[in-house]
Nanobody, 131 residues
Framework: QVQLQESGPGLVKPSQTLSLTCTVSGASITTDGYYWSWIRQPPGKGLEWIGYISGSGNTHYSPSHRSRASVSRDISKNQINLQLPSVTPEDTAVYFC???????????????????????WGQGFQVTVSA
């Protein structure tokens, strides 16, 4: 059973960098065919896919986040990281880490995902951007 746990600062000031970590247990983040995504849900809105990193280390981003978001990994700690610089109050959201296994390595992404699009989800982490 794969388990995902998000962590980071819950309050970030505008213009600062949001940095979140997803600690993974039950699977190695370098396993071929696994895709590790960051997804968020702003207040009153639906789920919004930000980007993923694959087991082989390839990254892919939503067009709306490509210019800012950075997804990386720490193999020694089995962690997936998200950095989002220059945040504004519009970045206030619950941030989720989620994983899906695609043995074919063909990962089709829904930028407005449903819960069923992923095999495992973290519990979510509230981030508020406010001065």
């Amino acid at each position: 059973q794969v388990q995902l746990q998000e962590s980071g600062p819950g309050l970030v000031k505008p213009s600062q960098t949001l940095s979140l970590t997803c600690t993974v247990s039950g699977a190695s983040i370098t396993t071929d065919g696994y895709y590790w995504s960051w997804i968020r849900q702003p207040p009153g809105k639906g789920l919004e896919w930000i980007g993923y990193i694959s087991g082989s280390g390839n990254t892919h981003y939503s067009p709306s986040h490509r210019s800012r978001a950075s997804v990386s990994r720490d193999i020694s700690k089995n962690q997936i990281n998200l950095q989002l610089p220059s945040v504004t109050p519009e970045d206030t959201a619950v941030y989720f880490c989620a994983s899906r296994r695609e043995p074919s390595n063909i990962m089709v992404v829904n930028t407005t995902p449903q819960l069923s699009d992923y095999d495992y989800w973290g519990q979510g982490f509230q981030v508020t951007v406010s001065a």
